[in-house]
């Protein structure tokens, strides 16, 4: 008759065997990992402005007001403005939401995004009371990984 071992299971040295083995995978898979979820927020902000470029040139026509989208890369945030210049416009409210239509990347959602550069200039992006993009222009997203160009006039949103 065989009899059961009371201290049968894993010994100490098999336990910290294992565990090395798993700090050695995590040391790693935690870059890649990183870089993983910093690519599909940095898409993720991409199809988001996107989006809002194109919201923007269509309720400027639909409104008849010209709005503008002004880009901050230092403080890595875009707003959206209402009004017919720029010493008399103010902050549109989203339409969705109701508050001050204010993007910020800088936050744990947006985290990794970087607002790199713009071509728009001080005055921004902005659409006329008809929906024309008076200037032409692009957003480039983390040096280059991600870049967005609208075309003057129609407006035409393209990501390369």
Known sequence: MQHKNPYSGFTLIELIIVIVILGILSIFLVPIVNSALISTRVSAS???????????????????????????SL?????????????T???????????????????????????TSETFGSN??????????????SIVLNNGEKTISITQLSGKVSIQ
């Open 46 to 72: 991409v199809e988001i402005l996107a989006q809002d470029i194109q919201t923007v040139r269509d309720l400027a026509g639909t409104k008849h007001d010209t709005l503008w989208i002004v880009f901050d």
């Open 124 to 137: 921004g992006l902005y659409f006329d009371a008809w929906g024309d993009a008076v200037v032409g222009g």
């Open 75 to 87: 403080n890595e945030k875009y707003t959206v403005y209402k009004g017919p210049s720029v010493a």
């Open 89 to 115: 416009r103010s902050i549109m409210n989203h339409p969705n939401s109701h508050n001050e239509w204010i993007v910020s990347f800088d936050n744990a959602t947006y985290k990794g995004v970087d607002i």
